[in-house]
């Protein structure tokens, strides 16, 4: 049984994870388990508190614009799925936007 | 040889430099015994034989071109979400089951600089998510001192592998406790510095403003120096801290006099088993006698600890993980079009509980959502970091328990939120960014127990007090002297 | 805002007089050595996926470490154009699954943009000035391309794969954001170029369309002109020059007028521009918006900027192209194509206006540096600031000229030896004796003798062939060896052949 908080099929989609019926169902119990333990969090007084942004508080620098090392192709496509010549090789993207 | 091995990891360097032993010598040795003592425990899921021997003829020819390297000869368990070249690094997933790292992370490439011998990648939760090592898709591991019972996690591998005296240090990774719980359980010593003081480059990331390097030793003592070869600005890792490591591995401090240890208040030992709580009194009680003031502190948002981490650490892993699609390493299982082929291999690829947490943080994240949970629990996690520093105005270290309970039997926590609740003590600490770690404290026997099963107490500094911190500790474990010296009593029992 | 009547494209729909209304959203790709956040080089072209790290390919475990100088590039590009940069900055990750991206989210900037306002100012060819308000100019990482293959004719709908290449991943790309102010394609155009202009000048990009270094998108819409209310606008994409953009928004709200014509609806979508076919196509509804999920990257530190270090950049910017095109146009005159060409080819302007200085000439000056200058330049390959004639040099011919001293055909004769040798035209014209002839009594000279030489064409010209006047002062001038005064020759020719009836 889903959790009226979590839409389980909306999320996996957009998380592209492919859910059985069963799955969508045990999930949707135990997320929603999960979300009434966070409803606890609705009782601290964070009106006028700032989200932490940085865990330790700096600012942030740019690197110097300067060439690093690089992996070499072979090493790279070796992992790949599938390779064609130079390239990684993917499924159509027909229908993906 | 043996005694060699049971040794700690600064008198292991210093006999190889002394040339009393030869680092090829341990490698031998230190196969040998893993082979031996590993199936009974399972903490490795790949055994890196050759990268130990070829370290160990390295290290030999420093050592006999008068070079003195840190760590030298020291044989090294490491968790397997860190990259080490050339090797099968898995996360314990099936989706990257067969995965070879390219790179190394920046802590494991300073540590081998310094010498260490690495035996092999250990065993974790997939994706560093869990308490107990369980939701491993690769293998299980068992806790040294009880073979049914689990070693904690998500760095359960690396504990055990410490615990079982296979390696004379371990790496692990800590994102919410899973370096200090499994210490605890395994009765070794698991330390997770500052936020930003170990490079996470090379570390597969879980929750990136959480996760932590850490080292896993048998001593206080070894865990500074580990700290230190690896602590420092990486120009890899945007989130390191540009200030310098203060020298820790000169003496550690043995007293603990003007030292004031905050006790918190909302973590009442008297909700604790009874056994267990009399273990807490005591380490107290130790604490008072080598010279501490014990002060009350308050951190009263801790309690909501769980329910903060629960949203920001998956909303982090769901951004995260997206990367593991199919497309350009690890496992694809291909189908009809690129939609179809992200959702049937991330489907094969991950387990029930990153699945979990994937659809949490996505919808955490999502349109609508994102207010009421994202920004609300990083507005929680200031309010929890602003009740620590309050309570570091009046203490200079935080003492409490590293967990609720011993290592429980495997399956014991079938429902998710019981098992997130193992992190309960560690989780505070790892929002606020501080450094903390755990060091044995006693032992409980509980019923059906295969013999005394250890505990933790958890130690935690304010923003880069490491030095402080690790005094601290020194103190507390040469004060009491609870860590074992060899492998526990089931494991010797099985191996005989 | 909305522009006036002369300016803006006006589309009749059923009697009622609609005005365009169009956005740019441009990427443009910066210039630096290395990625946006990788040390891996930023170049053009190169074998596929050699330019690649564990960082770009989004491999387990690798970390963003943002570049310096690309965030400098972007603080500058704001300030150029009166932006302001914020106290407090981030990065955040944008979330969508795409074979082209390593990470499966792209990391941008959402609420907090590297800057935000500003605007582009900048004349038409018709002279007319225009403004327009940006929204931001923000800081983000560019894609890896794909290349579809296994369909007849090289697109994506009918392939059966693709091939990905990640040299691209991770480049620097900053993305401006205009306010809906446009009211022509010509004035879309006229805007790009003005942010090509800036940020060449400013070094932070080469914006060639070609290499992909800029590519826009544009927002179309029309509406009832004097309305407040925005009309549903479509987005254009695939517009691979400056030439294209016009050619798709005028397309488009062609298209969208039609629609409107007939009782129609526009909706909201995204169209791709069809070079081949002269038309916009469907891409993909917009209806279902992304759910991007943003959120602060938790790997990127936030920056933060102070007044002064804002104030020292922004002094720091030295002057500015569009400053100088309006300098040119409105107080020296010159028309606004002339002042782009100035501005834009590389030394030009800083050449003319030392020369300026001199002459106090512009339009005589700016004649002879478009015209001959560049002529010569393009025929020798070398730039007009580093070919022998100098400013002065140049200078001094123009007033020799303006002074009547030499005819024009002789300065073009001077400029071509000066080009290549340098030197003195002043000292030239008196050593070679290169003056113009303007002594009546010389003049008609050399008028008897063209005429005598040329009797048939003569008796033409006193026929009637007005035309062929031309052709016989070419006669005198090159019977002077170019120096006759030709107003002077044609009247003299016009007055002895009137006698000679």
Not at chain 2, 50 to 60: I, M, Y
Not at chain 2, 302 to 329: H, K, Q, W
Not at chain 3, 224 to 235: C, D, F, I, R, V
């Amino acid at each position: 049984m889903a959790s009226a908080d979590i839409d389980v099929e909306y999320v996996a989609k957009l998380a592209r994870l492919a859910l059985s019926p069963a799955e969508v169902e045990r999930f949707g119990a135990q997320l929603g388990a999960l979300l009434d333990h966070v409803k606890a969090l609705e009782a601290l007084p964070v009106a006028d508190v700032a989200a932490t942004a940085a865990v330790i508080p700096g600012t942030g620098t740019g690197r110097a614009d300067v060439v690093r090392p690089c992996l070499d192709r072979e090493t790279v496509l070796r992992g790949a799925p599938q390779r064609q010549g130079a390239y990684f090789r993917v499924p159509s993207i027909l229908g993906e936007s | 040889m043996d005694g060699v091995l049971d040794l700690g990891v600064r008198e292991i360097a210093e006999a190889v430099n002394a040339r009393r032993v030869s680092a090829a010598e341990i490698a031998e040795a230190a196969l040998s015994r893993l082979r031996e003592r590993d199936p009974h425990v399972g903490a490795f899921l790949t055994v890196t034989e050759d990268l130990a021997r070829e370290a160990a003829r390295r290290v030999d020819e420093r050592v006999a071109a008068g070079e003195r390297p840190a760590l030298a000869g020291v044989p090294a368990a490491l968790k397997d979400n860190l990259c080490v070249t050339g090797t099968r690094t898995t996360c314990a997933s099936k989706i990257l089951e067969n995965w070879i790292a390219p790179y190394d992370a920046t802590a494991v490439r300073r540590l081998l600089d310094a010498g260490i011998l690495p035996l092999g990648k250990t065993n974790l939760d997939e994706f560093a998510m869990g308490s107990s090592c369980e939701n491993s898709a690769l293998g299980v591991t068992r806790n040294p001192w009880d073979l049914g019972r689990v070693p904690g996690g998500s760095s359960g591998g690396s504990v055990a592998a410490v615990a079982a005296r296979t390696a004379a240090f371990a790496l692990g990774s800590d994102t919410g406790g899973s370096i200090r719980e499994p210490a605890a359980f395994c009765g070794v010593v698991g330390f997770k510095p500052t936020y930003g003081r170990i490079s996470r480059y090379g570390l597969i990331a879980f929750a990136s403003s959480l996760d932590q390097i850490g080292p896993i030793a048998n001593s206080v003592a070894d865990a500074a120096v580990l700290y230190e070869t690896m602590a420092g600005f990486d120009p890899y890792d945007a989130t390191t801290v540009a200030r310098e490591v203060e020298p820790v591995s000169a003496p550690l401090r043995e007293d603990l006099r003007g030292v004031r240890v905050g006790i918190v208040k909302e973590f009442a030992l008297d909700e604790l088993d009874p056994a267990v709580r009399d273990v807490y009194a005591q380490a107290y009680r130790d604490l008072e006698r080598l010279g501490a003031e014990l002060v009350e502190v308050e951190l009263p948002t801790a309690e909501y600890g769980v329910a903060t981490y629960y949203l920001i650490a998956p909303a982090e892993c769901s951004s995260n993980l997206a990367r593991f699609d199919g497309m350009r390493y690890g496992l694809r299982v291909e189908a009809a079009d690129v939609g179809a082929t992200y959702e049937a291999t991330r489907a094969a690829g991950f387990g029930d509980e990153v699945k979990r947490r994937i659809l949490i943080g996505t919808h955490a994240l999502s349109s609508g959502y994102y207010d009421a949970y994202y920004v609300r629990a990083q507005k929680a996690r200031t309010l929890i970091a602003a009740d620590f520093a309050r309570a570091f105005a009046r203490c200079d270290v935080i003492a409490c328990p590293a967990a609720a309970s011993p290592a429980f039997a495997f399956n014991a926590k079938s429902d998710p939120y019981s098992m997130y609740l193992m992190d309960y003590y560690t989780i505070p600490m790892s929002l606020a960014g501080l450094p903390s770690l755990s060091v044995p404290c006693g032992y409980v026997t509980p019923e059906g127990a295969a013999g005394p099963l250890p505990l933790g107490l958890e130690l935690t500094g304010p923003l880069f007090a490491e030095r402080a911190l690790l005094d601290a500790a020194n103190a507390y474990e040469t004060g009491t002297r609870h860590a074992a010296k060899h492998a526990p009593p089931p494991l010797a029992e099985a191996l005989s | 805002m909305s522009a006036t009547l002369e300016t803006g494209t006006l589309l009749d729909v059923n009697g009622i007089a609609y005005e365009a209304v169009i956005g740019m959203e441009c990427h443009v790709e910066l210039k630096t050595e290395t990625k946006m956040f990788c040390g891996c080089p930023n170049v053009f072209g190169g074998e596929p996926n050699t330019h690649v790290c564990p960082v770009c390919l989004g491999m387990p475990g690798a970390l963003p470490v943002p570049n310096g100088l690309a965030i400098e590039h972007v603080l500058r590009a704001g300030l150029a154009f009166g932006a302001e940069v914020p106290a407090f900055s981030k990065f955040d990750r944008k979330n969508y699954f795409y074979p082209d991206m390593p990470k499966n989210y792209q990391i941008s900037q959402y609420d907090l943009p590297f800057t935000s306002g500003g605007t582009v100012t900048f004349r038409l060819p018709d002279g007319t000035q225009r403004s327009v308000r940006l929204s931001r100019i923000h800081l983000e990482e560019d894609t890896g391309k794909s290349m579809h293959l296994g369909s007849s004719d090289g697109r994506l709908s009918g392939s059966t794969h693709s091939l990905v290449d990640f040299n691209r991943a991770g480049v620097p790309l900053m993305e401006c954001v205009s306010e809906p102010d446009l009211r022509s394609a010509v004035e879309a155009v006229a805007y790009l170029e003005a942010l090509k202009r800036t940020f060449v000048a400013l070094g932070v990009s080469d914006v060639k369309m070609e290499e992909g270094s800029l590519r826009c998108d544009a927002n179309v819409s029309l509406r009832p002109l004097g309305s407040a209310e925005y009309g549903t606008k479509t987005e254009i994409k695939n517009m691979n020059s400056f030439r294209s953009v016009q050619r798709a928004i005028d397309s488009e709200l062609a298209r969208q007028a039609g629609v409107l014509r007939a009782g129609g609806r526009i909706v909201q979508e995204t169209r791709g521009w069809d070079e081949s076919q002269g038309t916009t196509i469907v891409q993909r509804s917009k209806e279902q918006a992304h759910d991007y999920r943003y959120f602060p990257d938790p790997d990127l530190v936030p920056f933060e900027f102070t007044e002064a270090s804002v104030r020292a950049l922004r002094d720091a910017l030295g002057p500015l192209p569009q400053a100088r095109v309006e300098r040119y146009v409105a107080r020296e005159g010159l028309a606004v194509v002339q002042a782009h060409q100035l501005v834009d080819t590389p030394g030009v302007a800083d050449y003319y206006d030392a020369a300026v200085a001199l002459t106090n000439a512009p339009q005589a000056t700016v004649n002879f540096v478009l015209g001959e200058l560049t002529r010569l330049a393009n025929e020798t390959g070398t730039r007009i600031d580093r070919s022998a004639l100098g400013p002065a040099a140049l200078a001094e011919l123009v007033g020799l000229v303006e002074g009547g001293t030499i005819t024009s055909k002789i300065a073009k004769d001077l400029i071509e030896r000066l080009w290549s040798e340098g030197g003195s035209p002043r000292e030239l014209v008196e050593r070679e004796g290169l003056a113009q002839v303007s002594d009546v009594g010389a003049i008609d000279a050399l008028v008897a003798e063209v005429i005598a030489a040329n009797a048939k064409v003569a008796d033409d010209f006193r026929a009637g062939k007005e035309k062929v006047m031309g052709f016989l002062v070419g006669q005198v001038m090159k019977a002077s060896r170019g120096k006759a005064n030709p107003a002077l020759a044609e009247e003299r020719l016009r007055a002895q052949l009137a006698a000679q009836q």
